[in-house]
């Protein structure tokens, strides 16, 4: 049995390190969305949840036992042995600039709920062999914070006004949040499966404004261009998961998850004013400001796959490798990779640490996360940094406008009751 365990333990770590090396080819064609559609292709990439799965940087799926970790395993709802209440709140601290640029960028800051849930553990503690617990959970989550707000190469920096300028500024504001209701099954504390099925819902908001310096057109006049473009967006859809859990012998756990993507209605509001000006011909200005457009179109967000491994030490603790594979109609096929680590520092203290790299927008997060676990009260805390960078390509010109870069740091806090 220890012999061919190990060869399971090698195979996985195997196709856990072709994923990473698979990881980079694509990072220099990440460009930064225009339109709504897109930026919900790209909402899975937050890290939120409760501080034990952000301390872990999301690395659950064979873990299980945390109500953030049903988000990417519902297989994992089977270890509870008692109904708990959860509640968590985080903060979210960001700043967007653009790279090797002198402006120091903008600032968001806030507070949300990250996520609220209750598991009812209908166990039989009698029981070792056939099925020893149903669980049922109900849950709301903090999906995404679609928050983002950068303008590359400001017009204020120009060293002269003749040359030709070209600025763009993107600001959006949004978030995605869910309702779900999952199922477990634990089998003979070695097999669990669940399934899930989930309520999504959308509001968002995008800005962008272009504006454009040209020293001389076809009449030899210098001309400024002023586009502003907003969209507005609402959605709800429908999705579900299903996943499965195995715990073989007392130091391995392997998990493997499917998440479908949500299907609904995209509902956009899109209107722009246009701006000619041509500042050495007597200030002349032509304005155009359009109608609002109103239509809807379907939506997927994407179809993700979870696999990963948790090595387990006695009860001092365990380590969970993970790979993620996203798939998106507008972006691709996107990978991320995930490593948790988790130290039992005493009989009720936990330490948590994690490590998440993404392929899409070079996205990367480091985390770390400390959980007091008593009988019936559990308190924990959780505080992560993350960095990406994006490329703009001007969609008139086809141009690279330049990179930019976003620097995140979000604090957990959350309570959980058992009973």
Known sequence: ?????????????LLLMLAGVSLQPAVAQTIHPYGIEQMVSVSDLSLTGTPRYVGMAGAMTAV??????????????????????SLSADGTFSRFFQ?????????????????????FALTHPERV?????????????????????????NRNARASTNTDWLETTI?????????????????????????GFTV????????????????????????????????RANEVGVGGAIGLLVHPVQALRLGVSL??????????????????????????????????????????????????????????????LQYDMQYHNLVGISHTARAGLEVALSNHWLLQGGYAF?????????????????????VGAAYTFGWSKGRVIDSLYLTDQGTYLTRENRVVLSFQWNH
Request: with cysteine; glycine share 6%; charged share 20%.
């Open 200 to 231: 999504d819902w959308l509001q968002a908001r995008q800005t962008i404004d272009r504006w454009e310096y040209t020293n001389a057109n076809k009449r030899d006049m210098a001309q400024a261009y002023t586009l502003s473009e907003t969209r």
């Open 129 to 153: 062999a056939g099925v020893v617990s149903n669980n049922i959970m109900v849950s709301f989550n903090r999906r995404a914070d679609l928050t983002c707000h950068f303008t590359l190469n």
């Open 1 to 13: 049995m220890i012999h061919r365990t190990s060869h399971i333990t090698r195979l996985w770590l």
């Open 358 to 378: 993404s392929q899409l927008y070079t996205k990367q997060n480091v985390a770390v996360g400390l959980h007091y676990m008593g009988r019936w009260i559990r």
């Open 171 to 195: 600001d959006e504001s949004g978030y995605r949040n869910d309702m779900n209701l999952h199922y477990a099954m634990n089998i003979s504390n070695r097999v669990y499966w669940g399934v």
């Open 259 to 320: 998440q479908s993507p949500t299907i609904g209605r995209l509902k956009v509001t899109d209107y722009y004013t246009e701006e000619i000006t041509f500042p050495r011909s007597g200030n002349d200005r032509v304005i155009y400001d359009s109608p609002d457009n109103n239509w809807s179109t379907r939506l997927l967000t994407p179809l993700k796959l979870s696999a990963g491994i948790g090595l387990q030490w006695r009860n001092h603790g365990l380590l969970s």
């Open 99 to 119: 790279q090797d640029y002198w402006d120091k960028g903008y600032l968001y800051a806030r507070w949300h709920l990250a996520q609220v849930s209750y598991v």
């Open 64 to 85: 299980g036992g945390d109500p953030s970790a049903a988000k990417l395993n519902p297989a994992g709802l089977g270890i509870y042995r008692h109904s708990q209440f």
